[in-house]
């Protein structure tokens, strides 16, 4: 009962301090940037008595950006939280897994096909990006899950048809890509390797339902995640019905992604590495799984974000190179350990 | 690695020589066939009775000839070539891992030479041609090197899923730093047009580099073709046969390395060559890899001038990626492969 209670307040301790960390990295993330704003004045302005530079710089590009940022990185971690349980497979990742790709491909088709540039994206269209991205991500989900599906999916199916899809997708936006003028290809390859550059409070609308519905859905599916990380066999036998379960799960998991390609571009790794540590911290519980998962991924997408922006300034790193370039590593370690 | 034992050493251990002279002679044949057609075809249509005189009787008085001794043979000559290096690498790979997944382009060779490329561009941006192959030589053995490592470090060895799974993380690592650099240097498109471009726009330059590594690179190929034979039995099995499996595996990465380097530094990454080519070859050859690499290679050759020629006949004038047309044919024989788990036929 004392081990419970203290595996119970350790939770919450890890909880607080991630908490903590958000705030601590939100706060010095308002203060960073091309435009250096000292604290003092970043409070000043919160508080509606800053100069109108600072108002400007703030309120319309450095705090939509983040909260987009808060809002994905979590969206990202739970997506892959989901993925890994019901794959029963550490190393799943909508990345990895080739949904990014298809969201990616549809929204470029997209843009290419019914905006014929890049930069000039009206409110109805920023609305309509989730949207495709969304069947994009569905189709290649669904691709992915019918192609290893052989009286049942394994794991290792799922990941190696998972990588046979990202390169099929990975060669239509290649096609795709080729096709446009220099700058559309950059603003292509920008959005693809994932960016929140030019993130506005419209595209907080766009990504915020998306995560308010799923990702408390998501939370009460929890227990069903906890029996179905045990196997299928077992599962089967506390009476789950395995396939419905995952199929729906995968379905949120495949949602949240969209929504969060669709604002953020291809960030890869993030899905992998957050429920990762955040099992280390505190244990695969997914009642607690999840919402530690959560926060350690908006935790991870701001710094990372933080970085992209001031590590080769003026010009901006896209926040999903800075997640790949730390998150690999991460992934090659866990490859090599795992056995 | 977990091949069905009782399956390999039923079905698997046969040799069908005879099988494999037909295919050499005549895959060349139809190579050559397919060659003149991919020569005779283009913006400015050329009969082929012209593309016989244009490369046997050449005359520099005539356009038509000028067009097939300047543009069109070089790049059917690349092409064969790139298409005999990916699938002859992917064999020697295959082979050597026992692993059906192995192929340069599930393990990393495109991110790697992406990476130089984009090191080259941004950096030393008057890097001559010459100059951008050698790095992109360097990348893709990188990229392999790496892959490899990786894979053979990992606790339960090189399975098929820890490689592919391996390609994927450094392909990623790799691209995010070349990426990086392509957005801040502003070079992004010229790095892909670069390895997405095929062997359009191919000198004999080129041709002149990619000749004498195909000979050294197929000699050493067909040279240790017997002991990969052993290797591909098992490790155990070829020591127990008395085979320093170590000496095998450094030629025959060497090897890889040689080819994969040369043919995307000349053709970009053109993907699933090396895995769909070896896997037919060892079905319709048999086991023994003294004729799995030559047939390998004239196949190959074959499948890349075809991809090429049809490269240019979906979307005339322009050109489809030839990497999106061998991924178009590899991806469904990948996904073939990922359904049986990597266990290969």
Redesign the interface.
Same mark, same amino acid.
């Given at each position: 009962m004392e081990m419970i209670k203290n595996t119970y307040r350790n939770q919450f301790i890890v909880m607080a301090i991630l908490f903590i960390f958000i705030l601590i990295t939100f706060f010095l993330s308002l203060n960073l940037g091309h435009i250096k704003i000292a604290p003092l004045e970043v409070i000043q302005t919160l508080f509606g008595s800053g100069t109108s530079e600072n108002k400007l710089v703030l309120f319309d590009f450095r705090l939509p950006r983040m909260v987009i940022a808060l809002l994905i990185g979590a969206g990202l971690g739970i997506s892959g939280a989901i993925l890994q349980g019901v794959s029963q497979n550490g190393?799943a990742d909508p #990345?990895?897994l080739g949904i990014n790709a298809g969201a990616g491909l549809a929204v470029v088709i997209f843009i290419f096909f019914f905006q014929g540039s890049m930069t000039s994206l009206g409110t109805l269209s920023i609305f309509m990006m989730p949207i495709f991205a969304l069947i994009g991500g569905v189709f290649a989900a669904f691709l992915i899950y019918t192609?290893?599906w052989?009286g049942g999916v394994?794991p290792?199916?799922l990941?190696?048809?998972g990588? #046979? +899809? *990202?390169?099929?997708f990975?060669?239509?936006l290649? +096609?795709f890509?080729?096709?446009m003028n220099?700058n559309d &290809?950059?603003q292509a390859?920008?959005w693809l390797?994932g960016s929140i550059w030019g993130a506005n409070w419209k595209f907080v609308l766009t990504v915020l339902p998306w995560i308010l519905i799923l990702i408390p859905f998501t939370m009460y599916k929890a227990s069903s995640l906890n029996v179905l990380n045990l196997g299928d066999e077992m599962a089967t036998g506390l009476g789950v019905a395995v396939e419905k379960e995952r199929r729906i799960l995968l379905l949120t998991s495949v949602g949240l992604a969209g929504a969060c390609v669709a604002v953020g571009g291809g960030i890869? &790794?993030l899905g992998l590495v957050a429920p990762h540590l955040a099992r280390r911290l505190v244990g695969s519980k997914h009642q607690v799984l999840l919402p530690a998962t959560a926060l350690i991924g908006a935790l991870l997408l701001l710094v990372a974000d933080m970085i992209g922006r001031n590590l080769?300034a003026p010009?901006e790193? /896209?926040v #999903?190179?800075?997640v790949?370039?730390l #998150?690999? /590593?991460y &992934? +090659?370690y866990l490859? +090599?350990?795992? *056995? | 690695m977990v091949w069905n034992e009782q399956e390999s050493t039923s079905e698997k251990l046969t040799s069908r020589p005879v099988m494999a002279t037909i295919i050499l002679f005549v895959g060349l044949i139809v190579l050559l066939l397919t060659g003149a057609l991919s020569i005779s075809f283009g913006a400015a249509d050329i009969n082929l009775k012209t593309v016989w005189t244009g490369v046997f009787e050449f005359d520099p008085n005539l356009t038509s000839h000028q067009i097939i001794q300047e543009l069109r043979m070089p790049r059917v000559i690349a092409a064969a070539l790139v298409g005999a290096f990916l699938a002859v690498s992917g064999a020697i790979m295959q082979g050597m891992t026992r692993n059906p997944l192995a192929s340069p382009s599930i393990m990393g060779v495109t991110a790697g030479s992406a990476f130089m490329i984009a090191i080259a561009f941004a950096f030393f941006p008057g890097t001559s041609y010459i100059g951008l192959m050698i790095w992109s030589f360097v990348g893709a053995g990188l990229g392999v090197g790496l892959v490899f490592t990786i894979g053979s470090f990992s606790k339960g060895g090189l399975t098929p899923v820890k490689l592919a799974l391996a390609g994927v993380a450094v392909t990623a690592l790799l691209q995010s730093v070349s990426t990086a650099i392509a957005i801040h240097f502003n070079v992004a498109q010229d790095i892909t047009f670069w390895y997405a471009g095929g062997v359009a726009g191919t000198r004999w330059v080129m041709i002149q580099i990619l000749i004498p590594v195909a000979i050294i690179g197929l000699i050493l190929a067909l040279l240790v073709a017997p002991s990969i034979t052993v290797l591909s039995l098992g490790d155990d099995m070829a020591k127990g046969l008395g085979q320093r499996t170590a000496h095998v595996k450094i030629v025959g990465t060497i090897v890889v390395l040689l080819l994969t380097g040369a043919a995307v530094a000349v053709a970009g990454t053109i993907g699933f060559i090396g895995l769909v080519i070896p896997h037919i070859t060892r079905f319709l050859v048999g086991v023994d890899y003294r004729w799995i690499i030559p047939c390998a290679a004239v196949l190959g050759a074959l499948l890349l001038v075809l991809a090429d020629l049809g490269a240019r006949m979906i979307n005339p004038p322009f050109e489809t990626p030839v990497g999106a047309i061998t991924a178009m044919i590899g991806v469904p024989f990948f996904l073939y492969l990922a359904r049986r788990e990597g266990k290969g036929f």
């Open positions: 190393l #990345g990895i192609l290893a052989k394994t290792t199916r990941i190696l048809v990588i #046979g +899809i *990202n390169a099929a990975g060669a239509g290649i +096609i890509q080729l096709k220099p &290809f950059m390859t920008v390797s890869s &790794f080769l010009s790193i /896209p #999903g190179l800075v790949s370039a #998150g690999a /590593p &992934f +090659i490859l +090599i350990k795992v *056995n | -």
